[in-house]
């Protein structure tokens, strides 16, 4: 990393944001404080929905299986402590980031290990979150049309209401939600115009983790769920090595560094980042520890991979069909809003890497088009060829999303 005096030129960039003309007449409080304070909340919060509708995605749906391999009360202590693991190495990011004044995390990987260390990361963004809006498709596939787990058959909502057509199987519904909802949100050229979703999505989250309670609390009260497994059962050494599976899910669930700098380049003021972090990671570790203890208690040992395929039996409460599709379709509807932010990422960081020399991505509606076009294929075969979530969250937990979340942040603290 770069040596020398910084002090001057952290002053100077410290000062980039808020610059102010002092006027020796104004007076002393401002008309307009509180407005500008109503704005900064304003503009906190959506920085806030933001990095939390980039965290809160596919990990969610594989926490309570995580839970149940490990034992209640490892498996909770264990996506507490991931959290405090990403804020740590999230705040690595920041602090280098506002010393260099870097403006994106390929310049920071740059300036830490060269034009390698540069590639090295857009690359490792590309594949992790390919994989993830891979995943996010096939459990949109899962929830609107069916999945098998364990030889066993689970009817998705429309099979389950209109049977079995040409028109109710996955590729069918996966060629749909491409070309009617995902095409359409992935076609902005700026993060910014999609503001509206990240609220929609948090709150869909949201109504998603209140039914999960609710029926998990009413079951406790009319006595039909029995006390979950707290600790995990070792036997020799292989059920031990076993354990280890889960570190995948975990890691995976908390990866949102890859668009720290899209956000904090956003805000006005810059020193609100640390908050927006800490407030988001507090908030999706509720929603992460909410999902995975209510949804061992509701499930116990019978806890799918994807544990929204769990909501195709009866669950033994009033209107529970009902709750079954507002389930599964509130947090399908979230799935859909996150994946035009996750897909933003994608393509810029894929621009960077093939593309570099070239001019801004949103002045080139070709080179747009072909990439958009591109990734979106990819993606829908994916979803179509990988069979279950469990495959894509091995490969990328053990691979690009680790470097992303804790070994590139720590080595470019350490560097």
């Known amino acids: 990393m770069r040596s020398g005096s910084v002090a001057p030129k952290e002053e100077e960039q410290k000062s980039r944001r808020n610059k102010r003309v002092v006027d020796e007449n104004a007076p002393l409080i401002s008309k307009v404080q509180d407005s500008d304070d109503g704005a900064r909340f304003d503009e906190f ?17 594989g926490l309570p299986a995580c839970v149940k391999k490990l034992g209640m009360v490892p498996g909770l202590i264990v996506i507490i402590l991931i959290a405090f693991m990403t804020e740590k190495s999230i705040e690595f990011m920041i602090r280098v980031s506002k010393a260099g004044n870097f403006s994106s995390y390929g310049s920071l990987m740059g300036d830490a290990f060269g034009e390698y260390g540069k590639a090295l990361v857009h690359i490792c963004i590309v594949a992790n979150n390919i994989g993830g809006l891979i995943i996010y498709m096939i459990i949109i596939g899962d929830v609107i049309s069916r999945t098998t787990s364990s030889g066993t058959h689970h009817s998705g909502v429309l099979e389950g209401w209109f049977g079995v057509h040409w028109w109710t199987r996955q590729t069918f519904v996966l060629l749909f939600s491409t070309l009617v909802v995902f095409a359409p ?60 599976t889960v570190v995948h899910v975990l890691v995976t669930a908390y990866i949102c560094h890859y668009n720290i700098h899209s956000i904090d380049n956003e805000l006005e003021d810059s020193s609100q980042m640390h908050s927006v972090v800490r407030t988001s990671l507090g908030l999706c570790a509720s929603v992460y520890l909410l999902t995975s203890f209510f949804g061992i208690l509701l499930f116990g040992e019978g806890t799918l991979d994807d544990v929204l395929a769990n909501f195709d039996t009866d669950l033994g409460i009033p209107f529970g069909s009902v709750l079954n599709d507002v389930v599964r379709f509130s947090y399908a509807s979230h799935i859909g809003l996150v994946f035009p932010v996750i897909f933003y990422s994608v393509r810029v960081n894929l621009d960077g890497l093939i593309f570099s020399s070239s001019r801004p991505l949103a002045q080139d509606n070709i080179r747009f088009a072909l990439i958009t076009v591109s990734l979106i294929g990819v993606i829908f075969l994916g979803a179509n060829f990988i069979p279950n979530i469990w495959d894509i969250f091995q490969f990328i937990g053990a691979t690009t999303a680790v470097c992303v979340g804790f070994i590139f942040p720590a080595a470019i603290a350490l560097q």
């Open 185 to 244: 949100l992935v076609s902005f050229k700026q993060i910014d115009s999609l503001k509206f979703t990240y609220a929609l999505s948090v709150g869909l989250a949201i109504i998603f983790v209140v039914i999960f309670v609710g029926i998990s609390i009413f079951k406790i009260i009319i006595g039909g769920i029995e006390m979950p497994r707290l600790f995990p059962i070792i036997t020799d050494i292989t059920s031990f090595f076993e354990l280890f």
């Open 45 to 61: 919060l959506g920085a806030v929905f933001n990095l939390s509708t980039t965290i809160i995605g596919s990990g969610i749906m």
